[in-house]
T-cell receptor, first 115, second 110 residues
Framework: ETGVTQSPTHLIKTRGQQVTLRCSSQ?????VSWYQQALGQGPQFIFQYYREEENGRGNFPPRFSGLQFPNYSSELNVNALELDDSALYLCASSSEYDRGQDGYTFGSGTRLTVV | RKEVEQDPGPFNVPEGATVAFNCTYS??????FFWYRQDCRKEPKLLMSVYSSGNEDGRFTAQLNRASQYISLLIRDSKLSDSATYLCVVLRGGGNKLTFGTGTQLKVEL
């Protein structure tokens, strides 16, 4: 069984640039959630995608957007990067039948640094 | 007030000690509860789910008190390898997002 994979693992961007992060969900999972974890904090929910539609969103501005593809993989896009966007970005997948009831399995994350 | 609150620590304990972490949550609609473990610069990994009746997994025991909206994690006979950050996590009923506490850092020393 393939787990959740994320790419790239590390990224450095300049303030004002745009970035795209990618996530491949675990086999059999059709729901993908994205979280942002700043240093010293717990992960914060950005949004969730189910069957290619956004299915809930946290307190993040519109410059954070996403996509889910027919194979259930997903992208997180961030426009107009700010220094505070520097964080570990985590992706988690689940099936519609558990929706996290048994906890989510996270990918190893993308560490984004904005300079 | 944060939705999930934890003491950030760090908790520095000797090997073999028993240590307890506490967590409170504010939303009474919370339905599922978890403890995750996170090693430095790694992703969080599910340690255990927490059930109303309490549950145990080896050296780890989790308790839930719905009336007080309080969750605990007890680690017995601490090992050096238990050093990590422990995250308290809740999921609302019918919800689709996990809400994390800030985490409690544990350092087990010789």
């Amino acid at each position: 069984e393939t787990g959740v994979t994320q790419s790239p693992t590390h990224l450095i961007k300049t303030r004002g640039q745009q970035v795209t992060l990618r996530c491949s969900s675990q086999s059999g999972h059709n729901t993908v959630s994205w979280y942002q974890q700043a240093l010293g904090q717990g992960p914060q929910f950005i949004f969730q995608y189910y069957r290619e539609e956004e299915n809930g969103r946290g307190n993040f501005p519109p410059r954070f957007s996403g996509l889910q593809f027919p194979n259930y993989s997903s992208e997180l896009n961030v426009n107009a990067l700010e220094l505070d966007d520097s964080a570990l970005y985590l992706c988690a997948s689940s099936s519609e039948y558990d929706r996290g009831q048994d906890g989510y399995t996270f990918g190893s994350g993308t560490r984004l640094t904005v300079v | 007030r944060k939705e999930v609150e934890q003491d950030p620590g760090p908790f520095n304990v000797p090997e073999g000690a028993t240590v307890a972490f506490n967590c409170t949550y504010s939303n009474s609609a919370s339905q599922s509860f978890f403890w995750y473990r996170q090693d430095c610069r790694k992703e969080p990994k599910l340690l255990m789910s927490v059930y109303s009746s309490g549950n145990e997994d080896g050296r780890f025991t989790a308790q839930l008190n719905r009336a007080s909206q309080y969750i605990s994690l007890l680690i017995r006979d601490s090992k050096l390898s238990d050093s990590a950050t422990y995250l308290c996590v809740v999921l609302r009923g019918g919800g689709n997002k996990l809400t994390f506490g800030t985490g409690t850092q544990l350092k087990v020393e010789l």
